[in-house]
């Protein structure tokens, strides 16, 4: 379980620099102003990216963290 969970949040790790690298970049194109307006668009084109890989990845967290819930409440 605890393997898992290392490799769960590996992945959500990796999911958010992609999405995070996105935003830096869509900061720079246009013109200087509303730069986090940009950054959330950036963010939002990489969330769309990854398509169903990032819902897959948080919904497999869920399932371990409800493991653990489990485990420590019974």
Partial sequence: MKKR???VYLRLIK???FMGILGGIATFIGPPRHGLI???IGIVIGAMLLGNR???ALKELYEITEEFTDDMFR
């Fill in 38 to 40: 940009k950054a959330g």
């Fill in 5 to 7: 969970i290392a490799t």
């Fill in 15 to 17: 999911y958010a620099m």
């Fill in 54 to 56: 990032l819902p897959a």
